[in-house]
């Protein structure tokens, strides 16, 4: 008998746990069973500590942003998505190694039980963290654990197969002969788990259902399924000023609007069964269909929307419009004990925020949404319900809504646990959007380029943009009128032209008077803040 060394182990559990994440995703695919490397990601980023996800997410964004690939948030997206895939095999190969070495230690057995053991072990874990972390399988969760472990303990026995064969293969008679045997076996083993692992990964692709079919699926069974969304009017058509050419747009359109969340795949809610669950400090639970919410006087503002992860200069901040109903009118029906001080809302992927009721009392502007640009909310935007809290970055604004319970306790919410900033208050920021040299217009004998960008404070409005070109003055730009005083405000400057390379700087004034921070600070804890540049050759 001639031992096989326990590396090779860890190339066969490599190699037999490729097919099976293939496999994985068939019946995600297929069948609504879990993909089980999201929820891996999902249970390891739980565990981990607050400090150790922020640097892996720095480290994330500072790849994309560096080597250019594309949208960060959906580039993210899928760098989480491979994290989990990778996890996965890396735990196969572990499992390869220990096997192997195992094995090696006890001494030759014809039997498969071994490898069926260790298979059906880590199934009965891999069924737990998945059961905990799972958002999207739409099977029940007997159906998901059987199919974890039944799968694992097939693995398992395969592993202890190859294992055997492999000890076979070093025990014919001639030297020279078995080492050809054995190569030539993982060889063979290598190509066919590598075809199963790719026709696999096709198969799932080819009956791929994208999210977007399945949200607007859901979505739009709800409403009247004929109804095609009215376009959406934008209250300042008639603006004096136009945006410069090549200004991002002032309205993002929704399938643009970055998307942020904690969720590998978004949770997948159906409406029939979803239920809006008031508890805590209220003379009784209250349990509210979305058609309970909608049959409140509605309400729509234009609102932009930025995750305290922006960078200065950055993609994760949109608008679009916002239908719903004013949270004023909710709790006014929830009969809330006077000791109540907060509310702990939850969501379908295990993110949770308090806000504070004295906020909702002032301000009627905070809303429940269930619309985004005239349709319903999409799954990846929260589908069916979340909140709008002014002058609050993203992280406190839970999407998802399941519970709300009635506090009278402040508490720490998903993102603050972990580091980031209590009240997550936006600061106020300027972007230079474009430099329109090819957009030169000449008056009265100069030469103009259309210079312009965003500004925005939340509901603080802004009151005032300046542009510095090179080392020049601070200039005045004009403001366009925004779509509310929840938007961002998009400005212009014509700068009368002088031939070179330059730099072109922005800062602004909130409309309160406080002039934004010029000091560069980064993103974590408390927003970014600092001036924005673009650098120009006409
Ligand atoms: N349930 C839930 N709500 C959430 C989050 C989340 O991870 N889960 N992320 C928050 C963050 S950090 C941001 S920036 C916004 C982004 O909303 P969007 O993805 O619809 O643009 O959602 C917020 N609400
Ligand atoms: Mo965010």
Redesign the pocket.
Known sequence: MQKPRILTGGLVGLALTAPLIALYSIGDQLAGLPFLPFDIFSWTRDILPGDVITTGIDAMVDTILALNIGEL?STAKTMEQLTGVVALLALGVAIGVVFFAYMNRRGWRSTVIPGLLVGFVTGVVMAFISDAKDLIATTDPTINALWIIGTFTAWGGILNIVYQRLTQAGAEPEVSVQAIDRRQFLVQFGGITATLTVVGAGLGALINRSDETTSTSIASSSVNPEATPEAVVLPNTDASLEPAPGNRPEYTPLDD???????ARP?VISETEWRLEVTGLVDEPVIMTLDDIRAYESMDQFIT??????RIGGD?I?TTRWTGVSAQKLIEDWNISPDARYLRIA???????YVDLSVIRRDERVMFAYE?DGVPL?Q???FPL?IYIPER?????????TNIEVVGEWGEG??VRRGWSEEAIVQTASVVDTVAVDDAFEQDGITYIPVGGIAYASDRGISKVEVQVDDGEWTEARLREPLSELTWVVWRYDWPLVAGNHTFRVRCVDGRGTPQTERNQGVRPDGATGIHSRRAGV
């Open positions: 948030d609007h970055y998307r942020i969340d904690i969720a949770p929307l930025s995750c305290i992860s922006n994760l949109s969501s379908a992927d295990g993110f949770d925020e985004w999409k990846k935007h929260g979340r970055y993203g992280m406190k604004q839970p999407k998802w809504i998903y993102w």
